[in-house]
């Protein structure tokens, strides 16, 4: 069952002649022109004549969260889900700071949002005012861009602006803080639908020619090439292209955590995820390789581990829209700025003949003994895995849903287990790391995929951080399935204290309330989970359910996520799975391989 | 006053012109606080033209750094447009005022001091004297060092104000494209 959406169905028009209209009016009038449908917010002192003025413009659907946290997390989701801008709304002071994690999310991802904060008049502006707080300057760091509008004739323009520079270029967050007295005062509105020109913002790149040559060049050189498919083939849609490049050449593609689904995990060239809990042999295969061809990525510190022995035989081709990536982390022999898609369709056609067969075959006898470790291979011992639940799932949904993670094992267990063929399946905080994201940004996503089937999978812990927004999907009706794999600990920490502390679990054991319950407490279904044999009954009761349905999956309480990479280690310096004693073994191993694996 | 204000392999020198609007320095120096770029020295002022400022900023950066540095100042929307000056031929100058203690006796010795490193007297009081000297920064040191014996009270510093040698810089030229000059000889 699908929350009932309002559908605007008219197109947008490219310009409206003037209108006189309140500056909340015009907040409004100046979302719907860039083509809103939904805001998730919150309404307090400073944004109420921006609240009041709503009840003109019932095509907008408002959902009113219960954190403002979840407000930001909710325009995010849909921005991820859709590829279009998402927008949340909030007062000022403390409804401004509790969007801040939120728009840091954002900013962390490049995901374009457009959050509008009220301020105090204008008039009060510096004076500590009740409900007070300089959000401009609190959010300077974590946006692309903010503003500070004090005058009602500038709102409309001011929009426009911030929907064009969250979207355009490398995508980020935008704020626009906007003063009460502003909201009041009345001006002429007119929509200019015309391109937005900012003397200071060229966010437009475009390789040169003769770099796109060496580019081939490089390629046609290389024994052991290797492409990284980051979060950007997902944002330029060059999935088709990306595709097309590794049908022709055969190059295997390592993929970053939110790069996947943008190149398919079931393509027989996808290696995977890659860095800290990457398969062995892919980080392996990234060690070995001549040429690193890497596709809308930045280099971040889990994806590489220690940057003195990070790739040394590689070359390095650095396909990247924003120049500030370049040579930030890893020094590349060649950058190619610009929009990946329109890169790849460059190289594309003088890529024939590249051959990489023996290549692949030395990759592939590297997997060695790694499905021996694989938890999936294990007959059922009894034991509920999160591997297990994350597998079935991925089983029982055929693949095919949208699924948005918390932080976490839980989260790196997706990764691994969870095969996304498409892009915009997998939505999940990379850069910042955010608990607290999954459900509020699986409601969002909601509104983006309204016919998706959208699972939700949070750790015990992180879920509880924004649980409170499973009042706001019974009051607005949106359907999502939650599944929390539930340990009863902070899973990724203790896991970090089990390798890195010497086992002292320190504020790591956590006590939740009975999700079951907490559902039936908001008048949603709740399931338990403690049998592998009942997983796929789960899932499909919580797909049949009309209403959001959380599946509390009772798992391995010190399950571990591997392999792993030591944070800063070198990127082969893995510990690996753990090998079975027997098949069937009820123990649980504690042999850990430390090392190179060589 | 041991920092180096030349360009060197340590430091870089950029020129950027900004929107002249409220909150714009605010920007560029928060970027440098987040990103860990020490400033040695920053200049801000207007133009020729409205609405339009121009920063002088010298900034600790090896030249890796300093293209990175430069890439982020110009994703900044208020920022129009950045130039690395450091291995372009430039003229550099600080403007400095340093009030010195300096009797009626020891006035004559001062200004000869002065004469040599072409510092001007702007104030004269019975027991201070201000002068006022713009130069490079090694200049500036120099005469520094020969005031000190007879007792620096203040001193203040501009910092650098920087532009290229011929004609119409890059950075200059983003803002307000012009055709190309006419080279004026002399008569």
Known sequence: MVAPLHSITEPQPTSTGPKTLTGSQVIWEALVNEGVETVFGYPGGAIMPAYDALTDYPHLRHILVRHEQGAAHMADGFSRASGKVGVCIATSGPGATNLVTGIANAMMDSIPMVAITGQVGSHLIGSDAFQEVDITGITLPITKHNFLVTKAADIGPTIRKAFYIAASGRPGPVLVDITKDAQQATTEYRYDGSPVRMPGYRPEKHPLPSDIARAVDMIKAAKRPIVFAGHGIIKANATAALLEFVQKTGIPVAQTLLGLGGFPATHERSLGMMGMHGEAWVNKAIQEADLIIALGMRFDDRVTGNLKTYALDAKKIHVELDPAEINKNVKVDLPLLGDVREILRLINPHVDGVDVKEWVAQIEHSKGDSAVREITNLPDNGKLFAAHVIHDLWRYTNGKALVVTDVGQHQMWEAQYYKHDHPRKLLTSGGAGTMGFALPAAMGARFACPDDQIWVIAGDGGFQMTACELATCAQEGIKVNIAIINNGYLGMVRQWQQFFYGGRYVATPIKSPDFVKLAEAHGLKGLRVTQRSEVKAAVEAAQASPDTCIVDFRVEQEDSVYPMVPAGADLDNMIRRPKPVSPVSDEHNPIFEIGKDK | ?187
């Open chain 2, 1 to 187: 006053m041991s920092t180096n204000f030349f360009p060197s392999p340590q430091t870089h020198t950029f020129i950027a012109y900004v929107e002249d609007q409220p909150g714009v320095l605010n920007r560029v120096t928060s970027l440098f606080r987040r990103r860990g770029y020490n400033i040695v020295s920053l200049n801000v002022g207007r133009t020729n033209q409205d609405g339009v400022s121009r920063m002088t900023m010298v900034v600790e950066a090896d030249d890796d750094k300093a293209v990175r540095i430069e890439a982020n100042l110009y994703k900044m929307v208020n920022v129009l447009s950045v130039e690395d000056i450091t291995h372009k031929s430039n003229v550099s100058r600080d403007l400095v005022l340093i009030k010195v203690k300096a009797g009626p006796e020891k006035r004559p010795e001062i200004l000869q001091l002065c004469e040599v490193f072409r510092a001007r007297f702007i104030d004269v009081h019975p027991e201070t004297l201000i002068v006022e000297v713009t130069g490079t920064q090694d200049k500036i040191e120099g005469l520094v060092a020969m005031l000190a014996p007879f007792g620096i009270l203040e001193m203040v510093q501009t910092g650098t104000i920087a532009m290229t040698r011929g004609g119409k810089g890059e950075a200059a030229d983003a803002v307000n494209p012009a055709p190309n000059l006419k080279p004026i000889v002399a008569a």
